[in-house]
């Protein structure tokens, strides 16, 4: 399990070359093309998970509006739509804090702990905006 964790965690961190430097603070930047050591990798890794949150959301928020207008259905049919959408997005929500919490504890005390967690949350990330997509 490790090994396919830093396997994926490899890929990522390969991919963030798309990213651009994002400032640590007035005189430090990062490269997110070339991140140096765990601190760095993290820093890059919360960028692609905040950005992949945010897209994410701006879906499940598309979905609920597409929902409500929605005017072929009953009004109830579609308050119930969006009840379950928020149903679903909320243990969905749970579920991921509580896998990526799971998955980082693998590595508890280490420099990759951070790492584990953010590439887990990503991922899932990533996987939710295919199925919420798929509504669309």
Not at 69 to 95: C, G, N, T
Request: glycine share 6%; net charge neutral; with cysteine.
């Amino acid at each position: 399990m490790r090994y396919s964790l830093l396997a994926a965690v490899f890929t990522i961190v390969c991919s963030l070359g798309a990213l651009p430097a994002i400032a640590q603070d007035e005189k430090e930047e990062t490269d997110c093309k070339k991140p140096r050591g765990n601190y760095e990798i993290t820093i890059c890794l919360g960028q692609l998970e905040r950005q992949s949150y945010q897209e994410m959301e701006g879906i499940y928020q598309t979905l609920q509006r597409q929902y409500q207008s929605q005017k072929y259905l009953s009004k109830e049919h579609r308050q119930k739509r969006i009840d379950y959408l928020v149903k679903s997005q909320q243990a969905w929500l749970d579920y991921r804090t509580a896998q990526c919490q799971w998955i980082a504890s693998g590595f508890e005390g280490g420099s990759s702990q951070p790492i584990a967690g953010i590439s887990c949350q990503l991922e899932l990330n990533r996987q939710r905006i295919v199925d919420l997509s798929k509504d669309l």
